[in-house]
């Protein structure tokens, strides 16, 4: 599976932004789909998540009430649609894919596939 995510850019806070995220080399109807971000100097976080049947997607509690992670499994894409941003959430985001068994969905560890991530900044 390649990932590909796109939508990345400069934004002033309290701007939004939709990122894409469109797989290839299988289908991703059956596969939770998940996006990741990593600040400067930081380590790799959990953003959003959204299982295959697309319901009961859930989020790290940093971005609830301002992130909504949706899919589309006809045009193979997840998207994150980022609201009411802040220059914390200024990152490289990452779309993940195919999860390993015994492992918590916001782990690093836990997913096959990784995308090249797109940049997102925020400015004060």
């Known amino acids: 599976v390649q990932l590909q995510a796109s939508g990345g850019g400069l934004v002033q806070a309290g701007d939004s932004l939709r990122l894409s995220c469109v797989a290839s080399?299988?289908?991703?109807?059956?596969?939770?789909m998940a996006w990741f971000r990593q600040a400067p100097g930081k380590e790799r976080e959990f953003v959003a998540a959204?299982?295959?049947?697309?319901?009961?997607?859930f989020y790290t509690d940093s971005v609830k009430g301002r992130f909504a992670i949706s899919r589309d499994n006809a045009k193979n894409t997840v998207y994150l649609r980022m609201n009411s941003l802040k220059p914390e959430d200024t990152a490289v985001y990452f779309c993940a894919t195919d999860t390993k068994r015994n492992r918590p969905l916001y782990s690093v560890s836990a997913y096959y596939y990784w995308g090249v991530g797109t940049l997102v900044t925020v400015s004060s």
């Open positions: 959204v299982p295959w049947t697309a319901t009961s997607p």
């Open positions: 080399g299988r289908t991703i109807s059956s596969y939770l």
